[in-house]
């Protein structure tokens, strides 16, 4: 792959993943033939900050697992609204990285 497309990718996508996995994503774009190279550019990635914002304005109905994905948790916490408002705290410190995280599957499963 082109150094100079990765690089674009890397620039304009960085804060969609958790600064340990920028080398690997890197590695993985450097290997990618361009057959899959267009998988990687149409890829919409969940924004961390977003997510932290619904942690904190929905937090309780599950509006932040909601959007980054995780059905089963969301609806978890819309029947025990917010784990009876602890969960809720909790997310909203670990939100932004489970976005990130999220965001490094769903990177890792385009791949193949």
Request: charged residues 20%; glycine residues 8%; negative net charge.
């Amino acid at each position: 792959m082109e150094s100079n497309k990765v690089d674009m990718f890397m620039i304009a996508n960085s804060k969609y993943f958790e600064a340990h996995h920028l080398n690997s994503v890197r590695e993985k774009l450097l290997s990618l033939d361009d057959s899959k190279w267009q998988n990687v550019q149409i890829m919409q990635f969940k924004t961390p900050d977003t997510a932290q914002l619904l942690s904190v304005m929905g937090g309780n109905f599950g509006m932040d697992r909601f959007y980054i994905g995780d059905t089963g948790l969301g609806i978890a916490k819309l029947l025990t609204c917010g784990g009876f408002g602890i969960w809720t705290i909790i997310d909203w410190f670990s939100i932004s990285s489970a976005a990130r995280e999220k965001n490094m599957e769903s990177f890792q499963n385009s791949l193949y």
